[in-house]
């Protein structure tokens, strides 16, 4: 009973930081969208290595995908921390521990971002979906995969537990 409690928890935490990093990361590719990309495209469009990797639009949306994978990447960084912290309670770890359950975070995260950007970019330029929902349903997805991986692989305190007994 403690155990589903805990879990019920965990899960409650876990999708309430994942929702306060999809508005994060809504706001940094909207950011990228209105601010970022017109100035960096404008002053900097005329470079070929800014034009094909960042203000192409044929036959990607390369502003979009690189404002995507940025936005990500920063969304990540914040949540290994509450999700350490807060949601799975991990404390007492050392500086080793932590960089070796950072290095298993992202690289899961690799995987789901994978999958995120997949499924964004799938959803924008063959579906004509708008950025809205095709972020709001990859990050949906991404994220709940990555629940079921950090709470097994990561954070699992119960694996922890037997290994100092």
């Known amino acids: 009973m403690v155990e589903d409690n805990?879990?019920?928890?965990?899960?409650t935490l876990y999708f309430i930081f994942a929702a306060i990093m999809i508005g994060l990361n809504y706001l940094?590719?909207?950011?990228?969208?209105?601010?970022?990309?017109?100035?960096?495209?404008?002053?900097?469009?005329s470079i070929e290595f800014f034009h094909i990797f960042y203000c192409s639009t044929e036959p990607f949306n390369m502003r979009e995908l690189i404002g995507s994978v940025f936005a990500v990447g920063i969304t990540y960084i914040i949540k290994f921390f509450l999700d350490k912290y807060?949601?799975?309670?991990?404390?007492?770890?050392?500086?080793?521990?932590?960089?070796?359950?950072?290095?298993?975070?992202?690289?899961?995260?690799?995987?789901?971002?994978?999958?995120?950007?997949?499924?964004?970019?799938?959803?924008?330029?063959?579906?004509?979906?708008?950025?809205?929902?095709?972020?709001?349903?990859?990050?949906?997805?991404?994220?709940?995969?990555?629940?079921?991986?950090?709470?097994?692989y990561i954070f699992n305190i119960e694996q922890y537990k037997k290994i100092e007994e």
């Open 28 to 45: 940094i590719q909207k950011l990228n969208q209105l601010v970022i990309a017109p100035i960096i495209c404008q002053n900097f469009g």
């Open 6 to 11: 805990d879990i019920k928890r965990q899960m």
């Open 86 to 152: 807060i949601v799975f309670k991990k404390t007492g770890s050392g500086l080793k521990e932590t960089s070796i359950e950072f290095a298993k975070y992202f690289g899961f995260a690799i995987l789901t971002t994978l999958e995120n950007i997949g499924i964004q970019f799938l959803l924008t330029n063959y579906l004509n979906s708008p950025l809205e929902l095709s972020f709001v349903i990859a990050l949906t997805i991404g994220y709940l995969t990555k629940f079921f991986l950090d709470k097994r």
